[in-house]
């Protein structure tokens, strides 16, 4: 099971060898909550950038630990890579950027970034 993803633009293309979540992490820390974004994680190998890695532009505020990345030309961040509390390398994926999910069907799991 893999599903795809991509900027707006389609420059930068991006597969998940996973199934497709049915919940998502809705962060309300002031990057999250401005883009609207919701969030899946998944380990970095399970993660492959079919197209666009020229594309990519990252962006880290904070405690700088996530690099968040989007695209140049429509300025969609589709994903981020950072450790999970347990130290482990994950890749944060926007499901918006998801044509196969439709976000009102996915369970919202909310977490505080906004005061950690």
């Known amino acids: 099971m893999s599903f795809q993803g991509s900027c707006h633009c389609g420059a930068v293309r991006f597969t998940i060898d996973a199934a497709l979540p049915t919940q998502a992490i809705e ?3 002031s990057h999250c909550r401005i883009k609207g974004m919701l969030l899946a994680f998944f380990p970095v190998d399970q993660f ?3 197209q666009g ?3 990519l ?3 880290r505020f904070n405690t ?3 690099e968040h990345q ?3 030309t429509c300025g969609t961040q589709p994903m981020a890579l950072g450790a999970l509390p347990d130290g482990t390398l994950s890749r944060c994926i926007n499901l918006r950027c998801v044509p196969e ?3 009102d069907t996915l369970k919202r799991i909310p977490h ?3 005061n950690r």
């Open 48 to 50: 492959h950038l079919d």
């Open 57 to 59: 532009q990252s962006y």
């Open 101 to 103: 999910i439709d976000p």
């Open 64 to 66: 700088h630990k996530i």
């Open 53 to 55: 890695e020229d594309a």
């Open 70 to 72: 989007f695209c140049r």
């Open 27 to 29: 962060c309300n820390c």
């Open 112 to 114: 505080d970034g906004a």
